[in-house]
Every structure is written in C-alpha cells, then in structure tokens.
C-alpha cells in the first residue's frame, strides 16, 4: 500500500473527500515521523495500490493534482536530508538520468534555504539511481516529460512527494477556447457537486461563458471520467502498469445513468457561445446541453422544477468599475419570474451582490481561486 494526497483549493477538501469514498478509497489520517498524526489542509490523503493513484486521477472532478508521497522524515541538518533523501525509492517514479523540476518551500524549520534544500535532494537522487537527474527551473517545454518533485520542510519535518499528475486536474483536455475570466474546471464541478444538484433534474446556466459548468454538469450526468481526453505523468514511471490502466479506462467507458438530465446553457456574446459548442464537442457532450445566444433576462428554462448553477459576472476581472448592483436585481426578478421553485446556486466574490437578487440564500461553498475570495450561494426561488 502506498500513501498518496489529492491536492485541492482551500475549501474543497470535503468534496475531494467525498469523491475518493465514491471511488472506495477512504481519508488516511498522516502519521508523521517524530510527531503527532494529523489531518493536512489543501488536500485529503489516501491509501491503495498503484490502481487508486489511477483511478483518482482519471476520476477525481475537484482535486487540482494528485501526489505520490515517497518520503516523510524529520530533518534538521544538510547531511540528514542528503542521507534520507538517498534512502528513498527513486527507482519506482524515476529512470536514471530523467530531468525533474524541483519545488521547495521551508517553513519554521532550521533549513530554511531553498536552493540549499534541493541541492541535497538532488544528490540523493544521483546516489541513489547512479546517475545525476537534470533539474529545469522553469516551466517551459522540455524535449521530454519532466517530473514534478515537491519538498516541502516544515517544523523540521521533510515531505517529498511526486506528482502523478502532469497538468493540472483542471486541464480535462477539451477546453482549447476560452472566454473571458474563464471558471476553472474543478471549481466549475465543485458549484455542481455543492449546490445539491441531482443530475436528473433540468439545469440552466445563463452566463455560461465558454462552457464550462454545462459542460462539467454534463459530464457529471453521463457518469463520464473527466480525465479521459488527457495524459498523466504516472504513465512516464518506471512502475507503470499499462494493463491495469487500459483496464481501468474499459471500466470507465460502462459507466452512464438510465436517462440524461436536461442542461441549458446561454449567454449573450456570441463568440463565448460558439467557444462553448466547441468545447462541448471536444469534451464528446455537446448532443447533451442546448446552447443558445441570448441576454440572461430572455431565458426560457425547461418546465419543472430545476436548478440554476451560474457565475455572473462580479465586478473584478469583468465589467471593472461597473456598478452590478442593477445587473443582479434584474437576474432576480428574471428567476423569480421564469423560475419559480427552482434552486438557486450563485458563485460570487461579493455577498453584497448576491443580496439585490431579493431572494434568500445561504453559504453552500467557500473557497480561493485567482486570489479571490469566493463564495457559493444557495437558495430557492420563491413561487409565484
């Protein structure tokens, strides 16, 4: 059994935990060197064989990467890092000579340097594999897959994981256009996942931008991977088994629900809306949302009750010094009139805003994305 850590954006540890029951992988609560058990932020840790570290990344909506923990020891001085460091099962992630490119934090412990830090790492790495691994520094392309070591010191405790993902979890793959303050992926699937939405009942979005919410709602419905279009880092290890991955991904594809949920996704710029078509076509759901070009206060919602999933604009990267004040009342009295009795889940930066709708809701998500403050909130369009 190895021990691995689903990497997330504050806030979101409760749903990447959820979703790793969901796959049969339970929370694993750290049981560092020299020191108490704990349960670390931004992420959630878990055990399984080499199949687990597949299957989280494949199917994992929320999580930004996910780790391989190679190494958790207690190190105060330079030769008992480089001594540990050597000790450690390079061979499994690593082929001789492979470049890498480090990633060093130090935070209250006596190695404060990190330069220093990863010079030693990287002599444990040459003494242990025979052969010294070219470090990158930046994140340019390299002529081959370079692997992400992160080492993070901490009250004197090290903590040296591999990254098995590559890109970010939030690069599914289909999202080659963009519109304007593009909502990232996970975060678009942590608002489905958080707003209660059943998968089955109807589903609107009228600010959809390029996509991305109807899009992830739609993968969400079909019981369809999001990491099926992309590659992975832990398919470039020494230890990689391709049969048990290929046999993973045939599981994957018998996966889907007995019947589609309706999904309705518009916006008033037609260049976001035709971004949004093609990246539905290249996510393999664009037969399953209706895209249309029209303002918010022209929707047509599918009759029955539903649920509205949106992220209007809130006045920092779009619409900047724009008083939005007017724009969220008129979306309230559109959903009070288009919408009545369905479920309301709004992402916005400013509580304030989200307050002119008149229609009472609650903190249902808070999380940090682009420096940004961001809270979900949820709520019930009242009847006529």
């Not at 009228?206 to 992975?232: D, K, M, Q, V």
């Not at 009795?341 to 009472?360: E, F, H, N």
């Amino acid at each position: 059994m190895s021990l691995y850590f689903a990497a997330c954006s504050p806030g979101l540890e409760g749903l990447v935990e959820r979703e790793l029951q969901g796959l049969g992988y339970k929370q694993t609560v750290q049981r560092l060197e020299g020191g108490p058990s704990e349960n670390e932020a931004g992420g959630v840790s878990f055990e399984g064989e080499a199949e687990a570290l597949y299957r989280a990344n494949l199917w994992l909506r929320t999580a930004s990467r996910v780790l391989a923990r190679l190494g958790q020891f207690h190190a105060a001085s330079f030769s008992e890092l480089h001594k540990r460091a050597n000790q450690l099962e390079w061979e499994r992630y690593l082929r001789p000579g492979a470049p890498v490119r480090l990633n060093v934090t130090c935070h209250k412990s006596r190695l404060y340097h990190s330069g220093a830090v990863a010079e030693r790492v990287l002599a444990g790495i040459a003494g242990r594999l025979g052969m010294p691994s070219p470090a990158l520094t930046t994140d340019g392309p390299a002529d081959a897959p370079v692997q992400l070591i992160i080492v993070r010191l901490a009250r004197d405790r090290c903590t040296i994981s591999l990254d098995s993902s590559g890109e970010l979890l939030h690069r599914r793959g289909y999202r080659l256009a963009g519109a304007k303050a593009p909502l990232r992926e996970t975060l678009a699937a942590a608002l489905l996942l958080s707003s209660g939405w059943d998968t089955s009942a109807p589903l609107l979005d009228p600010f959809c931008g390029s996509g991305t919410i109807a899009i992830e709602a739609a993968l969400l419905a079909l019981g369809l991977p999001p990491g099926r279009n992309r590659g992975f880092a832990f398919t470039h290890w020494p230890n990689f088994d391709p049969a048990a991955w290929e046999r993973i991904l045939g599981e994957a594809t018998k996966t889907g629900p007995a019947r589609q949920a309706p999904i309705q996704a518009s916006d008033r710029d037609a260049g976001a809306v035709r971004m949004a078509i093609e990246n539905a076509a290249r996510a393999g759901v664009g037969d399953a949302i209706e895209f249309s070009q029209r303002a918010f206060s022209a929707i047509q919602p599918l009759s029955g009750p539903g649920w509205v999933v949106t992220n209007p604009p809130f006045g920092v990267r779009v619409s900047q010094n724009k008083d939005l004040r007017n724009l969220y009342a008129q979306l309230g009295a559109v959903l009070r009139r288009a919408c009545p009795g369905w479920q309301i889940a709004v992402l916005s930066a400013d509580p304030r805003l989200t307050s002119q709708m008149g229609i009472a809701t609650k903190s249902a998500l808070s999380t940090r994305s682009g420096g940004l403050n961001l809270q979900l909130r949820s709520g019930r369009v009242p009847d006529e």
